[in-house]
């Protein structure tokens, strides 16, 4: 079993949409919960960090944790052509003391006109 | 832009030789990682620097790997006798409070 699943998609989503995606993770004790977008053959570029559980709003984007389920997601509402990339849970390893990201295979987002 | 360079962004390569790579963190940033990623896979760790002390290695940096950090500024990743599986992205990220920034990464090809 992975430490940290997503679907693996693609997520095909019409523009203007809400896009959903789905995040579960297996450290039980993990604290910091990051979203990244990374675009075909480019570095990943963090969007969304979460560290308690509830929502998290930021512009188009919404981040929910729920430590209990074990399950962390991100909305991207009023989906754009510009949001198709893909997007990496990444969750951090309990008792590490360094801090290293564990990153889930990603979600491939496609956007279409 | 995080700030963080990396060269060079593209490396093609035979099997067998040597490889280096260049990590330029913001000056400041004094926690360092190094990270891998293969094609639909996301990134996994390498190895954790803070400062100049390496002070984690994960079991994917087999003995063909090296990193360093002198005087914690700027890091180098080198493989030795490289390898057709060692062929992906490598990735440099420096921290920020409880964020990781990622440099733009060095794409390796090993023919």
């Known amino acids: 079993q992975k430490e940290v699943e997503q679907n693996s998609g693609p997520l095909s989503v019409p523009e203007g949409a809400i896009a959903s995606l789905n995040c579960t993770y297996s450290?039980?004790?993990?604290?910091?919960f990051f979203w990244y977008r990374q675009y075909s053959g480019k570095s990943p570029e963090l969007i969304m960090s979460?560290?308690?559980?509830g929502d998290k709003e930021d512009g188009r984007f919404t981040a929910q944790l729920n430590k209990a389920s074990q399950y962390v997601s991100l909305l991207i509402r009023d989906s754009q052509p510009s949001d198709s990339a893909t997007y990496l849970c990444?969750?951090?390893?309990?008792?590490?003391?360094?801090?290293?990201?564990?990153f889930g295979a990603g979600t491939q987002v496609v956007v279409t006109p | 832009d995080t700030g963080v360079s990396q060269n060079p962004r593209h490396k093609i390569t035979k099997r067998g030789q040597n490889v280096t790579f260049r990590c330029d963190p913001i000056?400041?940033?004094?926690?360092l990682y190094w990270y891998r990623q293969t094609l639909g896979q996301g990134p996994e760790f390498l190895t954790y620097?803070?400062?100049?002390?390496?002070?984690?290695k994960s079991r994917l940096l087999s003995d063909r790997f090296s990193a360093e950090r002198p005087k914690g500024s700027f890091s180098t990743l080198e493989i030795q006798r490289t390898e057709q599986g060692d062929s992906a992205m490598y990735l440099c990220?420096?921290?920020?409070?409880?964020?990781?920034?990622f440099g733009p990464g060095t794409r390796l090809l090993v023919l």
């Open positions: 450290d039980r004790g993990s604290q910091s």
């Open positions: 000056s400041e940033h004094n926690r």
């Open positions: 990444a969750v951090t390893v309990a008792g590490d003391s360094w801090g290293k990201l564990q």
């Open positions: 979460i560290y308690s559980n």
């Open positions: 620097f803070q400062n100049e002390a390496q002070l984690e």
């Open positions: 990220a420096t921290r920020v409070r409880e964020t990781q920034y």
